[in-house]
């Protein structure tokens, strides 16, 4: 497996080993943005919803984004035993689970407390957006923490450099698992089951 060194790489061959990757991840971004489309009439019906979206793709992209830069670190000791790799993902799965707990929890209680106290929005309404915001910030950084260990593994495991690779395709599929997680839970709970 060749790695990029962009310090060395003429300009035209580190474009063009990126390139096709942005162009890959431009249509997996065109997918993301359709799917948000499909949950206009979530939107439509509660806006406040959007306030919280950024949040949770934030720290979705956040989560990956330590985890890759944790593994990619560790992959560059070239010298990781499957052992170490398994070990590797549990570890960092599980600080997105305790993450993603705490925050999610964190989160449920904050953003009801400011909908309720500051934006005046009844308690049921309030805590109901802040349990979805909840759910998603908890699935999305437990997910995250998952592929932003994984990808790379799985990248360099196929011979595709993981430092060009890894980090935009983790962005556009933590993004995709956050919006379908938030606006899931977003219509499950406040169109399905509260009937707002």
Not at 131 to 141: D, N
């Amino acid at each position: 497996m060749r790695t990029e060194n962009d310090t060395r790489e003429p300009m035209r061959e580190s474009f063009w080993r990126r390139f096709p990757w942005l162009m890959l991840l431009f249509g997996l971004g065109m997918l993301v943005s359709g799917v948000a489309g499909l949950f206009e009439g979530i939107v439509a019906h509660l806006s406040v919803i959007v306030s919280f979206q950024s949040l949770v793709l934030g720290m979705a992209g956040n989560v990956g984004t330590q985890s890759l830069a944790v593994t990619i670190r560790a992959l560059a000791r070239d010298q990781l035993t499957p052992r170490e790799m398994r070990r590797l993902v549990l570890r960092e799965s599980r600080l997105g689970l305790c993450n993603g707990l705490l925050l999610g929890g964190l989160s449920f209680l904050f953003i009801g407390a400011y909908l309720h106290w500051i934006r005046g929005l009844g308690s049921a309404i309030a805590f109901s957006v802040s349990l979805c915001t909840g759910l998603a910030l908890f699935l999305s950084m437990m997910l995250s923490g998952v592929s932003g260990s994984v990808i790379p593994l799985l990248c360099r495991k196929l011979h595709i450099d993981p430092t060009v690779a890894s980090g935009p395709f983790i962005t556009t599929l933590n993004d995709l698992v956050a919006v379908v997680t938030y606006y899931g839970f977003s219509w499950l709970i406040l169109i399905r089951w509260r009937g707002i």
